[in-house]
């Protein structure tokens, strides 16, 4: 699971077609997915989504709906956090009395309210997981360097999702020599261990960082990391735009008509 | 001609452990030479030294027969000129594919986009990584790193080259293969550094040979010198390689005579054999 996302990327079906576009595309959905309030117009987005994802880039299936279980569990505690809400009064669905005369409450649209926002964020996400999923790193930072995107954003980016992997690739490591020698053997052995774990990680991948700057040192690094521009191949971003265009206007047609 | 010299180089680190001692070595242009000495000898200080990534305490380092100053032109001309194959290619490669680790160094030498697709070619050709040109680092294996990082490198076209322990944790199959490249590179003209444990591997490839001892520096002279002398073989804990010892042997039972030319490997001996 490590490495899913590049291995996702780099055999996707959709990894040579045009990065441009797919941006576009993702980035339409994205859009449609924070402006929509609409249930129906939302769902749209999602399915349209995984279609494109699962069914048209050949992402696993099992992967992908696992990938959504770490943003659900955040989601999931929004959503309830907006749905209860305290009155002074019983009202709504279900009613329990909290405290000074006052009822903790869920009503009906507090739950419509829960529901649209989280199938919004699980739209905004898989439009994001589209992009990720069928493009390599290296080809979004050559688009956006070439959109004009402030360099600051595309470095700091580069920059983090290089190190999510110096920093899983440490844990793992030690992890998996705490393992080698019984270092889970038992619940209080488990947090010890993982007590130790989590406080290495961080030196070992710091001085890790340090042996890396010094390699792109030697390299005549000056502070500023250069990326490939990538090429649009217009043909393909034609197809985009029309593909977009056909999203945003179901969308819309949605979000007034149902 | 010395295309490195250093004159009484000293480096501490931080917590005060003195890394490198009076150090005064020279190392011939377009020559191999093997730097080899115990873990802990200070070869890996010794290599960031030559870099510029650290500024000795006290002492000359001359490049190309200019001192080096330390002033960022300075550095850049430096660190153009000279490359390091790091020991763990992990600690090396930082791009998300191999074509941007390889572009890395010649974009920072600010060359034109347009030439360096062509350089970056030439590179992976040498090193037989071109067909992994699009993949992400990540899934390419330890062999395949280390050849990328040697790409990554003469990309820059330098004329120095240093290797950091570079037959560590490889294949037989790719310890010929890095064989023929040092000789394909020293064809080319490019002086070689390497640091190795591998005594085998080092008196095959090398002309000269420096050895370092508690950053001390103990020998800096030809590899055949190095082994003619058994009291700094001794006391750098050194072994002698097979063939040197085999050689010897073969001398002392007068199976062959003294040519002269030592053999440096196995094949060598078999033709001085054939001929008697």
């Known amino acids: ?258 | 001609m010395n295309i490195i010299e250093l004159k009484n180089i000293n480096f501490t680190y931080g917590d005060k452990t003195q890394a490198l001692k009076n150090i005064n070595i020279t190392i011939e242009e377009c020559k191999t030479t093997v730097i080899l000495g115990e873990n802990g000898a200070g070869k890996s200080t010794l290599f960031t030294l030559l870099n510029g990534i650290i500024k000795p305490n006290s002492g000359e380092y001359r490049f190309n027969g200019n001192i080096v100053n330390y002033s960022k032109k300075e550095l850049f001309y430096l660190r153009k000129n000279i490359g390091i194959v790091f020991q763990e290619p992990d600690n090396q490669i930082f791009s998300s594919s191999v074509y941007d680790e390889i572009a890395f160094g010649p974009r920072n030498l600010k060359i034109p986009e347009y030439e360096i697709d062509n350089i970056v070619k030439e590179s992976a050709k040498e090193t037989d990584v071109t067909e992994y040109f699009e993949k992400p680092v990540h899934f390419l294996s330890y062999g395949q790193k280390k050849r990328v990082s040697i790409s990554s490198i003469l990309a820059m076209k330098p004329k120095v080259i240093i290797f950091d322990e570079p037959s560590a944790c490889l294949d037989v199959v790719q310890k010929d293969k890095l064989y023929s490249l040092y000789k394909k590179l020293k064809n080319k003209g490019i002086t070689i550094i390497i640091s190795t444990h591998d005594i085998d591997f080092a008196y095959k490839i090398a002309d000269n040979a420096i050895v370092l001892k508690n950053g001390e520096c103990i020998f800096n002279g030809k590899i055949d010198d190095l082994f003619a002398n058994d009291k700094i073989v001794q006391k750098s804990c050194l072994k002698y390689p097979p063939v040197y010892i085999l050689y010897n042997e073969l001398i002392k039972k007068h199976i062959i005579k003294n040519t002269y030319c030592t053999p440096k490997t196995i094949e060598d001996i078999i033709t001085i054999l054939n001929n008697v």
């Open chain 1, 1 to 258: 699971m490590k490495y899913f996302i590049e291995y996702a990327s780099y055999n996707s079906k959709l990894r040579n077609f045009d990065t441009a576009g797919k941006l576009l595309l993702s980035i339409s959905m994205l859009f449609c997915g924070i402006c929509g309030n609409n249930i129906f117009s939302l769902i749209f987005i999602l399915c349209t989504a995984i279609y494109f994802t699962v069914f048209k880039s050949g992402t696993d299936l099992i992967k992908y709906i696992k990938m959504y279980i770490s943003p659900a569990i955040f989601i999931i505690l929004g959503v309830i956090t907006i749905s209860l809400n305290i009155y002074t009064e019983r009202t709504g669905i279900i009613s329990l009395p909290f405290f000074a005369n006052k009822f903790i409450c869920i009503t009906e649209n507090s739950i419509k309210l829960g529901v649209i926002t989280a199938i919004k964020a699980f739209s905004c996400i898989s439009s994001m997981y589209f992009i990720i999923l069928t493009t390599d790193i290296y080809k979004i930072t050559g688009v956006l360097q070439k959109l004009k995107i402030p360099y600051l954003i595309i470095e700091l980016m580069f920059i983090i999702y290089h190190f999510i992997f110096v920093l899983s690739e440490r844990r793992d490591c030690i992890i998996l020599s705490q393992k080698s020698r019984l270092g889970y053997n038992g619940f209080m052995q488990s947090i010890n261990s993982f007590a130790k774990a989590f406080s290495s990680v961080f030196i070992l991948s710091f001085i890790r960082v340090s042996k890396i700057y010094n390699s792109l040192e030697a390299r005549c690094f000056d502070g500023n990391f250069k990326f490939s521009k990538t090429d649009i191949n217009k043909k393909e971003f034609i197809h985009s735009v029309i593909i977009s265009i056909i999203i945003v206007s179901i969308f819309i047609f949605m979000e007034v008509f149902l």
